[in-house]
C-alpha cells in the first residue's frame, strides 16, 4: 500500500486521541475474521509466512520518516488470511500511523485475487475503522496492480491504488518503480481531504538480494497532495509535497 506521509502529517494536526482504540480494533477484526470465513482458512492453513516488503527510512527535508510494509500469510492454495501492517510516521523515526488490515483473500484465477476484511487506523483521530475490499491482478509478468475500496464506520468512502513493476537487472538486483494514487468519494473535513482525487506518489527503488530471504535498496520516493486536498493543506500552511531519498531492508520467512 502507499504510504502517503504528507497525507499523514497533514492529517495529525487533527489532535484527537486515539487511546484505547487498540482493544477496539482487535474486536472489530476479529468480527471481521468470522465473517469471512477466516477460521476456516487458518484451520485448514499448511503455510505461514512473513513478508516484509518495504522497512525503510526516508531521508531529507527535515524530519527522518520511518515506513513499514508487511504481510503475513496464513495457509495455501485459493483460500488465504492476510495480515496487512503498514504505516511509520512523518515527524519523527518511530511507529505511531499504523493501518492494521485482516482480508480473506480468494484466488480469482492464476493472475487475479479478490481480498475482503476490515481495516482499523492506529493513530490520533476519530472513524478509523472500515470495511476493506480489494482486488490484485498480475497484469503483465513483474506487473501488479492493486485496488482498494474502503468504508468507514462513519459512512465515507476512500479508495487506495498502486502499479508495481519489478524488473529484474541481474539475479540479485532488481529495478522496483512504484505509482500509487488515493481519492475519497466526498469531502471530509475532520480529515482535511476533499472529494476526488487527493494524493500521488511516485517512486522506484533499486533493490539487492543478499540471500534467499534478505535484500538491502535504496531509491527515492516523491509524494504530492493534489485537487481540494493540496488546497487545503497549503491554506493551513502545511506541506502539498516532498522528495526524499529512501534506504531499506526487506525479508520473508
Request: avoid cysteine; hydrophobic fraction near 45%; charged fraction near 20%.
Amino acid at each position: 500500500m502507499p504510504s502517503h506521509t504528507i497525507t499523514s502529517a497533514h492529517l495529525a494536526k487533527r489532535g484527537v486521541s486515539a487511546k484505547g482504540m487498540h482493544i477496539r480494533s482487535l474486536l472489530q477484526l476479529a468480527a471481521a475474521s468470522l465473517a469471512f470465513g477466516f477460521q476456516p482458512a487458518v484451520a485448514a492453513a499448511q503455510e505461514v509466512g512473513l513478508e516484509v516488503d518495504l522497512l525503510e527510512v526516508h531521508l531529507g527535508n527535515g524530519d527522518d520518516h520511518l515506513l513499514l510494509d508487511s504481510t503475513l500469510t496464513v495457509g495455501g492454495g485459493p483460500n488465504q488470511l492476510l495480515v496487512k501492517l503498514a504505516g511509520g510516521s512523518e515527524t519523527r523515526t518511530s511507529f505511531d500511523d499504523l493501518e492494521v488490515q485482516a482480508l480473506y483473500a480468494h484466488s480469482l484465477s492464476e493472475k487475479a485475487a479478490l481480498h475482503l476484511g476490515a481495516r482499523h487506523d492506529v493513530r490520533a483521530g476519530s472513524d478509523l475503522t472500515h470495511g476493506a475490499a480489494g482486488l490484485v491482478v498480475e497484469l503483465l509478468p513483474g506487473l501488479e496492480a492493486e485496488h482498494y475500496f474502503y468504508v468507514s464506520q462513519d459512512g465515507d468512502v476512500t479508495g487506495a491504488g498502486q502499479l508495481l513493476l519489478g524488473v529484474d537487472l541481474t539475479p540479485r538486483l532488481a529495478l522496483e518503480p512504484r505509482l500509487a494514487v488515493s481519492w475519497s468519494a466526498q469531502d471530509i473535513p475532520a480529515e482535511d481531504l476533499g472529494g476526488g482525487m487527493t494524493d500521488i506518489e511516485a517512486s522506484v527503488r533499486l533493490r539487492r538480494s543478499l540471500g534467499e530471504n534478505f535484500n538491502i535498496y535504496t531509491g527515492v520516493v516523491h509524494e504530492r497532495l493534489i485537487g481540494t486536498t493540496r488546497s487545503i493543506a497549503v491554506a493551513a500552511g502545511d506541506p502539498s509535497r516532498v522528495t526524499r531519498a529512501v534506504v531499506g531492508v526487506g525479508f520473508d520467512f
